[in-house]
């Protein structure tokens, strides 16, 4: 449709799998970018700059801030998250989809300020099944899997605002779900200024 | 993802070919319910009532509009035309999906009191193309082609307001296109409505 990339905003709750659902999917397009965040948090064990995260100082990131080097931002529990712009900018000029995996709030930012853009959630197939895989991960106490799913539930309730809404109940589904909006997302009526003024213009 | 069927605003100019590419889309798809509209024009020789139209008197479509009976209506050159609500909302009820075959302001009408429809508009590859098509029809004097081009171009420039674009290039494409979106569709937020209700409720 336009010979730009889709820039696509993708979130989900904790626990849903979307991790899963979004590796399955970029195996199958490699050439679609995953956009990946700055942080000043410290790198955990096995982290790796440039794979997890871009692990920067306060000082880059501020310096990102001042610049308008971002997409959206935020600081949780004193460390700050954000989304590069140049790398996203790059890929997409070059006629690369982009996926951001981002958090409601922040969704919130990038899709007023980019109304271009395609937003998908990742839904469990109910609350209760959410809970089970929260807890099978084993992974966090109990305070924290309830935390996790208080902000489930307020996720989960907001996500009518997205273009796109797919179920990840079986991974092979959701998979092919989400191939399927991010086509039909080629056609999408907003991304078409370029293709009605082509058709205009060869009278 | 709902138990209620898609309201589909169909549109694109004339000459575009999408009665064509309709007809196949419904031989694929016997279930979706194709809106026949309501005029109070003649019916031309080989037209049926319940075909192409409801053929009905002038008293009978201030009825309607009257009672609220009516999706849409405007008047041509002395005549009323109209989508009828009952049979649309029986189909929608049943789950089927029903598609509306209506020009941009009425298109417009409709999307402004049905905010979850889903709306498409067929694209000619080119303004060129559209005018071959409409000469070689052959049944339009020049007047009349240079006046169908004219709100062509006007509904063109307008198609950006519509959720999905879809060019008619080559026939078997466009319905395949076509049957892509209308898949996606089905998991567009706008429809959620239920599915976050039933998400979270099942805890």
Same mark, same amino acid.
């Given at each position: !449709? &336009?010979?730009?990339?889709?820039?696509?905003?993708?979130?989900?709750? &904790?626990? %849903?799998?979307?991790?899963?659902?979004?590796?399955?999917?970029?195996?199958?397009?490699?050439?679609? /970018?995953?956009?990946?965040?700055?942080?000043?948090?410290?790198?955990?064990?096995? $982290? $790796? /700059?440039?794979?997890?995260?871009?692990?920067?100082?306060?000082?880059?990131?501020?310096? =990102?801030?001042?610049?308008?080097?971002?997409?959206?931002?935020?600081?949780?529990?004193?460390?700050?998250?954000?989304?590069?712009?140049?790398?996203?900018?790059?890929?997409?000029?070059?006629?690369?989809? %982009?996926? =951001?995996?981002? $958090? +409601?709030?922040?969704?919130?930012? %990038? =899709?007023?300020?980019?109304?271009?853009? %395609?937003?998908?959630?990742? !839904?469990?197939?109910? !609350?209760?099944?959410?809970?089970?895989?929260? +807890?099978?991960?084993?992974? $966090?106490?109990?305070?924290? +899997?309830?935390?996790?799913?208080?902000?489930?539930?307020?996720?989960?309730?907001?996500?009518?605002?997205?273009?796109?809404?797919?179920?990840?109940?079986?991974?092979?589904?959701?998979?092919?779900? !989400?191939?399927?909006?991010? /086509?039909?997302?080629?056609?999408?009526?907003?991304?078409?200024?370029? =293709?009605?003024?082509?058709?205009?213009?060869?009278?």
């Amino acid at each position: !449709m &336009s010979s730009k990339g889709l820039l696509i905003v993708f979130s989900g709750p &904790s626990g %849903v799998g979307k991790g899963t659902v979004l590796k399955e999917y970029l195996a199958a397009h490699p050439d679609t /970018h995953y956009s990946i965040s700055a942080t000043t948090r410290a790198p955990r064990p096995g $982290e $790796e /700059h440039g794979r997890e995260y871009y692990f920067i100082s306060r000082e880059q990131f501020q310096e =990102l801030i001042a610049k308008d080097g971002l997409l959206e931002y935020a600081e949780y529990s004193g460390n700050y998250y954000g989304t590069p712009k140049a790398p996203v900018q790059e890929a997409l000029s070059q006629g690369r989809n %982009v996926i =951001l995996e981002i $958090e +409601v709030q922040g969704a919130k930012r %990038v =899709l007023r300020e980019n109304p271009q853009a %395609v937003s998908l959630f990742i !839904m469990p197939p109910s !609350m209760k099944e959410l809970t089970r895989r929260l +807890v099978d991960r084993n992974t $966090e106490d109990e305070a924290t +899997v309830r935390r996790r799913l208080d902000t489930a539930r307020n996720e989960i309730a907001q996500a009518g605002i997205y273009d796109y809404i797919v179920v990840n109940d079986s991974l092979a589904k959701a998979v092919a779900d !989400m191939d399927s909006v991010l /086509h039909a997302a080629g056609f999408s009526g907003k991304n078409a200024d370029k =293709l009605i003024e082509e058709v205009l213009k060869n009278a």
